[in-house]
Nanobody, 133 residues
Framework: QVQLVESGGGLVQAGGSLRLSCAAS????????MGWFRQAPGKEREFVAAINWSGGSTYYVDSVKGRFTISRDNTKNTVYLQMNSLKPEDTAVYYC??????????????????????????WGQGTQVTVSS
């Protein structure tokens, strides 16, 4: 059974930084693309960033480019989201998601451009990030 557990959320002032972690209990973690999404109060969940199975390709929503960095350590079955220059509008619950590239027969694409919720197979429970002004 696949489990994704996010950590690292919290309260930070505008301009500050946080690093989110997502630990995955996936035996073949290195064959999964990983993504981060977020959901602000009263809004739909939105894509934030994704990384391909090898870590060689990343993709970001425009609003976080240059401020957030997604990375992964396949030896630790963990994906990270480094968030710098945080803004109050970054306040949301942040979710980690995993996409099984083998089952979806897309591993050869080595892509990270998976921005839709239905493009992922497993989800974590989320971690709250609150940015005060």
């Amino acid at each position: 059974q696949v489990q994704l557990v996010e950590s690292g959320g919290g309260l930070v002032q505008a301009g500050g930084s946080l690093r989110l972690s997502c630990a995955a209990s996936i035996r073949t973690f290195s064959s999964y693309a990983m993504g981060w999404f977020r959901q602000a109060p009263g809004k739909e969940r939105e894509f934030v960033a994704a990384i391909n199975w090898s870590g060689g390709s990343t993709y970001y929503v425009d609003s976080v480019k240059g401020r957030f960095t997604i990375s992964r350590d396949n030896t630790k079955n963990t994906v990270y989201l480094q968030m710098n220059s945080l803004k109050p509008e970054d306040t949301a619950v942040y979710y980690c998601a995993a996409r099984d590239e083998v089952i979806r027969r897309s591993i050869f694409l080595a892509s990270a451009r998976y921005t839709g919720e239905n493009e992922y197979d497993y989800w974590g429970q989320g971690t709250q990030v609150t940015v005060s002004s």
